[in-house]
């Protein structure tokens, strides 16, 4: 594996089943499809069926400043929340997902400037809410 890379294991025989070159996978509650984080900086969002892996939609999500580092999908299905980073700031985007396009919501996340001590995000059961941690380096 290289830094910086996910991977996909078959639990039962410990094979590798798949080797993306994404900084960051997220599967869909029903697994009928897959969130990745691609590119240079994790700036590329990808949305693929599963098994299938073939390519549904793509949108940029760029942040204000560095890398895109984690990708979470919704339980409803309809958005994905990426978590990013930067030297002392940290945030996260939200994609929409409507018949299989991907759209970046430019403008509703959240960003702080004060730390980059950010993780999560992660959605309430029912789609509903979504939460990051935000913490300082003490």
Not at 1 to 12: A, F, S
Not at 20 to 49: C, N
Not at 66 to 72: K, P, S
Not at 121 to 129: I, N, Q, R
Request: overall charge negative; some cysteine; aromatic content about 10%.
């Amino acid at each position: 594996m290289v830094k910086g890379e996910c991977c996909v294991w078959d639990l039962e025989t410990g094979d590798l089943v798949w080797r993306p070159g994404a900084a960051s996978i997220s599967w869909s509650e029903h697994g009928s499809t897959v969130a990745l984080l691609v590119g240079g900086d994790g700036d590329d969002f990808e949305l693929r069926s599963w098994p299938g892996r073939e390519r549904l939609s793509r949108c940029v999500v760029k942040p204000w400043a560095c890398c895109n580092t984690y990708v979470t999908l919704s339980p409803r299905g309809d958005r994905a929340a990426v978590l990013w980073w930067h030297q002392t700031e940290g945030g996260v985007n939200f994609v929409e997902l409507e018949d299989d396009a991907a759209r970046h919501l430019e403008g509703e996340g959240y960003t702080t400037r004060e730390t980059n001590c950010v993780q999560g995000p992660t959605f309430s059961a029912d789609g509903k809410l979504v939460a990051i941690s935000e913490g300082f380096p003490w």
